[in-house]
């Protein structure tokens, strides 16, 4: 006569629970499709409207007078800046859906970090910021560029 031992485990709720994430996951892809969707589409929306203000403030500027034409400025900066954080939502949209591509490009980092003082600098009113770079700054590469 033959004895057999059996050790069996119930692993139903291990699928169970694999089932659940597995469905919680494609729920949260469609979610973030959609958002993109929604990213992209708002951007566009928005973008149209903001062109027909750049045409309009271009034209009104050609017959004002120079008095007006302060205030013309103000408006083109404000819709620039506008423009400026769609562009920064549409990179963050594309960031998490997924559909970010990296592709680094050659960089002059020594005239980069001299835009990026330049910009700094109006906000830092006294205070005088400059440069320096050490070495070759003409391509991005282990190079050190400091401001100070």
Known sequence: ???????GRDITARKRAAA???????????????????????FHEFRNPLA????TIDLLKLNAEPSQQEYFNFIKQAAKQMQFLLEDILVLGKAEGGKFVFKPVP???EHF??????????TARE??????????????????CSCS
């Not at 835009?115 to 700094?120: D, E, G, N, R, S």
Request: include cysteine.
């Open 1 to 7: 006569m033959l004895d057999f031992i059996y050790i």
């Open 20 to 42: 659940e994430m597995s469905k919680a996951l494609a729920q949260e892809k469609e979610l973030n499709e959609l958002k993109s969707r929604f990213i992209d589409l708002a």
């Open 52 to 55: 027909s203000i750049f045409l």
């Open 107 to 109: 960089l002059n980092l």
């Open 113 to 122: 970090c001299g835009k990026l003082v330049a910009q700094m600098q109006l």
């Open 127 to 144: 205070s005088k910021l400059r440069v320096h770079c050490g070495g070759d700054c003409a391509l991005w590469t282990r190079n050190f």
